[in-house]
């Protein structure tokens, strides 16, 4: 996004600030620095500027929903406020609670900042577009979005049934001035079309279409064209991360050999499946290219009606760069271990101190 300068003045004469005030910014960016290296700007990291993200996910019913959640965890631009999970075909029941539970064992695997709230929102989609299903995911969403506003998104991530983004649009539409939506749905652009996220709640998504909320959407077509991930590659990938690289692979390697007459159905190998909603996450880091499309309407088939004449807009993504999103996933997963281990260390050192 360019920003304008226009409103500077520049025959104003700016304040003079201590010594001390310049000192103290320049040791942030420098510290910045040595955690966040390269790729991401130390002054940002320092100023505080990291994107503000809720995470609404069906986790546990494939495994891309674990790896999106361990990398929004780990990437410094980041900040991960919390995660809303949600219902989805064959998972236990109640269906939010199953997913709440595969939500928490990942942020108990994955070494990262802080503590992040999970909470379960509906277990069933929504029974028509007027009336929402409230819930511990609805009320956190709403809430936290008050800190936001439009010139500050909140960016609300869906890799699962709208649901309870839907349900916090209609229990307060001025969310749609806090946030961006930015979801992994639908086959392709000139057809529509959708074998999960959109069909586990068609009414939800004509709800989010129909809001002013920004809207951003990774379809089906290109993630399969970008993100497919081999058995191969994970365990290149991830080998030089101990335990934490294990449980990836293993997510991988599990979800293979569980069907591979699906798998290769899905992606044309038995040994490759493709990390959908990783697309999220490389749209918040500036690694998609997208098209200002016209917001078509949702047909009962799931197919699209569109409208060039439409006045509300949304972002269509066209591509990933795969390679430096998991350029980037290793790297700071690896800082993210390293920093869990000096921590470690330190305790060490201070209960020996203390001893």
């Not at 360019?2 to 104003?12: D, F, G, R, T, Y």
């Not at 290149?236 to 692979?249: C, N, P, R, S």
């Amino acid at each position: 996004m360019k920003h304008s300068l226009s409103h500077i003045n520049v025959a104003s004469k700016p304040r003079r600030r201590p010594a001390s005030t310049y000192l103290r910014f320049a040791l942030a960016c420098l510290i910045a620095a040595c955690v966040f290296p390269s790729d991401v700007s130390a002054v940002n990291i320092a100023r505080g500027t990291r994107r503000a993200v809720v995470l609404t996910t069906d986790v546990g019913a494939e495994m891309d929903d674990q790896w999106t959640l361990a990398h929004l965890l780990v990437a410094p631009e980041l900040d991960l406020r919390g995660v809303v999970t949600t219902h989805a075909p064959g998972l236990d029941t109640p269906a939010a609670e199953t997913t709440a539970r595969v939500a928490r064992e990942v942020l108990e695997r994955i070494p990262h900042r802080g503590s992040t709230p999970v909470f379960a929102g509906s277990s069933v989609p929504l029974a028509d577009e007027r009336t929402p299903r409230t819930n511990p995911g609805v009320r956190f969403l709403i809430e936290e979005s008050r800190h936001f506003d439009a010139g500050r998104r909140l960016a609300v991530l869906v890799t699962g049934a709208a649901t309870d983004v839907a349900s916090a649009l209609l229990v307060d539409p001025s969310l749609a001035g806090r946030i961006e939506i930015v979801a992994m749905g639908f086959d392709e652009w000139q057809h529509g079309g959708d074998s999960w996220n959109i069909k586990n709640d068609r009414a939800a998504w004509r709800v989010m279409l129909a809001s002013r909320a920004p809207l951003v959407i990774g379809n089906a077509a290109v993630t399969r064209r970008d993100l497919a991930m081999t058995r191969v590659r994970a365990r290149e990938m991830f080998a030089a991360h101990g335990t934490t690289g294990d449980f990836l692979v293993r997510l991988l390697e599990r979800w293979l050999d569980r069907d591979p007459a699906f798998t290769r159905q899905v992606t044309g190998q038995p040994d490759t499946w493709v990390i959908w909603d990783e697309v999220t996450t490389a749209y918040l880091l500036g690694m998609t290219r997208a098209d200002v499309r016209p917001r078509p309407r949702l047909r009962d088939d799931l197919s699209f009606e569109h409208d060039l004449r439409a006045r509300r807009k949304l972002l269509w993504v066209t591509s990933v760069d795969a390679p430096r999103l998991w350029r980037h996933f290793m790297k700071y997963l690896s800082c993210a271990k390293n920093s869990e281990r000096n921590l470690k260390r330190k305790k060490q050192s201070a209960k020996a101190a203390m001893a």
